[in-house]
Nanobody, 120 residues
Framework: VQLQAYGGGLVQAGGSLRLSCAAS????????MGWYRQAPGRQRELVAT???????SYAGSAKDRFTISRDNAKNTVYLQMNILKPEDTAVYYC???????????????WGQGTEVTVSS
């Protein structure tokens, strides 16, 4: 199973970016999908998660500015980020709980990360 994240880049404060992350490989089902981020010198932190049915949860910093969504048919999770701030600068990683077969258990996978830089 591979998670490929893309959509990062350089944006001015107040701007928007949309991140995407597609899961591929031997996949039977995906439970929770999410986005995390890691700023320089800081620990990786949760940004938002979305369940298979679309239920979402957000970290305080992402509420009201970020929207997480998913397309189950495409095994893809998105993060729409609006009103970006310099403190949003980080490498953003996608994450997914994947079951590879009907009788298998869920295992957790990480994408390679996509860099977001917000200039002031």
């Amino acid at each position: 199973v591979q998670l490929q994240a893309y959509g990062g880049g350089l944006v001015q404060a107040g701007g928007s970016l949309r991140l995407s992350c597609a899961a591929s490989g031997s996949i039977f089902s995906i439970n929770d999908m999410g986005w995390y981020r890691q700023a320089p010198g800081r620990q990786r932190e949760l940004v938002a998660t979305v369940g298979y049915g679309g239920s979402t949860s957000y970290a305080g910093s992402a509420k009201d500015r970020f929207t997480i969504s998913r397309d189950n048919a495409k095994n893809t999770v998105y993060l729409q980020m609006n009103i970006l701030k310099p403190e949003d600068t980080a490498v953003y990683y996608c994450n997914a709980d994947v079951r590879r077969s009907l009788l298998g258990s869920y295992n957790n996978y990480w994408g390679q990360g996509t860099e977001v830089t917000v200039s002031s």
